[in-house]
């Protein structure tokens, strides 16, 4: 006789398997944020990057980079996730330099761009379409012979 198959993602007694659950929850479209990024938002104005990235670091952990991308706006990349998560969680407005930050998770950087359709030219256009492309035509050839 065949071996019994069990239902995927349940045991013998019928209880959720771990691994079958958590690779549920992964499915679907990538993640919505980067788990080393940190936007960082209320920046004083004239802020330095070097003296942010500082304070960020004594406070966290390290960086791998850090800087201000408006006046009010900034970016903190860090070294590992569990520095980036202690940022979120413990610096959410924090006072520096007299300005209430807010930080939020940062979103991954795009790796690729939306796929443009290519212009058709005489070398890419379809063979019945070379003519029209070129400007020239096998049945004016043929008429004006």
Request: aromatic residues 4%.
């Amino acid at each position: 006789p065949a071996p019994k198959r069990r239902r995927a993602g349940v045991d013998a007694r019928g209880a959720a398997d771990d691994a079958v659950a958590a690779d549920a929850t992964r499915e679907g479209p990538a993640p919505r944020t980067d788990p080393t990024s940190v936007f960082i938002r209320g920046l004083p104005e004239g802020v330095d990057d070097n003296s942010l990235r500082a304070w960020l670091e004594a406070r966290t952990g390290p960086t791998v980079t850090c800087f201000a991308i408006r006046d009010d706006y900034g970016l903190a990349k860090f070294k590992h996730e569990a520095d980036a998560r202690r940022c979120l969680e413990d610096l959410q407005g924090a006072d520096y330099e007299g300005a209430e930050l807010k930080f939020e998770a940062g979103k991954p950087k795009r790796t690729t761009t939306r796929a443009r359709a290519p212009r058709a030219t005489a070398a890419t256009a379809p063979a019945d379409q070379r003519g029209a492309a070129t400007g020239s035509s096998s049945s004016t050839a043929a008429c004006s012979a």
